[in-house]
């Protein structure tokens, strides 16, 4: 029979990279937490890991990861259920974010969290789509914050209790040779951009970028934050989700710039769960009430969800 020890013990390995790292964290001895990893792999009949210099998931350990996260994601909720959650003010708040939502979004809404509900413990993941809703999947995570709506299979299987709106801004450093005017004509644009980027931010690329870019001298394919270090050295100019450079755009250290005929772009995000959860939690609903406030602080339309307030 698995026990929970068992499944924190194999949890925490995976999570630290080594047993003794892992029983650190845990408390235990090295002894205690190899003795519960050989446990729980005579109930599996194998291995789970490969010992060496490093430590490895063999493909039953591999295989069972999703399911004891899931398992104690679980078991976790049940406890916090226990413990007052019904005030919303003791338990854990888990969430996902995508990158691109981590450090304006993510970051100051947990700190406002924090300090409201000292009690809970805060538990936050950065990843890609994928990673984000698999974590949803496994109830690795409660929350997840990602481009909506999903693209994918997974559109009818989360639902948004907010979402947000916001515009995508064409921008140059000063040092630019397209930061002498804000508005341009298609074909001076073209004529006068050295380097257009392509980011990996879009979920899908709008049809009038990809037009650009098949137009333009020449196009760099780079991930977000390589794209804004070319931008800011006045090598490039970018798209980018207005929240992720307006400090830039505030201090002047970034220009907007304007493509006559070109049209308004918009990102929609939002804070999901699953479909199939009945309820949402009283520390969920207190955690997109204050996401919803930074939203609106950094000037991104927000679409609040019908839901029933925390009692």
């Not at 002047?252 to 949402?280: C, D, K, N, W, Y």
């Amino acid at each position: 029979m698995v026990e929970t020890d068992q499944l924190l013990a194999f949890e925490r390995i995976v999570r630290e990279g080594s047993f003794s790292k892992a029983a650190f964290a845990l408390g235990i001895s090295q002894p205690t937490i190899s003795a519960r990893i050989q446990a729980l792999e005579k109930s599996l009949g194998g291995a789970v890991f490969t010992r060496g210099r490093t430590v490895h998931l063999t493909e039953r350990g591999t295989s069972f990861l999703p399911y004891a996260r899931r398992a104690l994601a679980v078991l976790n909720d049940g406890l916090n259920a226990a413990k007052l959650a019904a005030s919303g003010e003791q338990g854990a708040l888990r969430v996902a974010a995508l990158r691109s939502l981590t450090v304006h979004l993510l970051a100051r809404s947990s700190g406002v969290f924090m300090e409201r509900f000292p009690e809970v413990q805060c538990t936050l993941f950065e990843g890609d789509h994928w990673l984000v809703i698999e974590q949803l999947h496994d109830g690795v995570v409660e929350l997840g914050l990602i481009c909506y709506p999903p693209l994918d299979y997974g559109v009818a299987e989360v639902r948004p209790l907010l979402r947000m709106i916001e515009p995508i801004i064409l921008a140059v450093h000063p040092s630019h040779p397209l930061s002498q005017k804000r508005v341009w004509s298609r074909e001076d644009f073209l004529q006068s951009c050295p380097l257009l980027l392509q980011q990996r931010w879009w979920q899908v690329t709008p049809m009038a970028v990809n037009t650009l870019n098949t137009q333009a001298r020449k196009v760099a394919d780079v991930p977000m934050e390589v794209g804004k270090h070319l931008v800011h050295t006045g090598l490039a100019a970018g798209f980018f989700p207005k929240m992720l450079i307006q400090p830039e755009l505030d201090a002047g250290v970034l220009v907007p710039l304007e493509i006559q005929g070109f049209p308004s772009m918009l990102r929609e995000t939002a804070l999901v769960q699953l479909a199939r959860r009945q309820h949402t939690s009283p520390i969920a609903q207190h955690f997109a009430g204050i996401l919803a406030q930074v939203a609106r602080s950094l000037d991104i339309t927000v679409v609040r969800e019908k839901q029933e307030e925390p009692g």
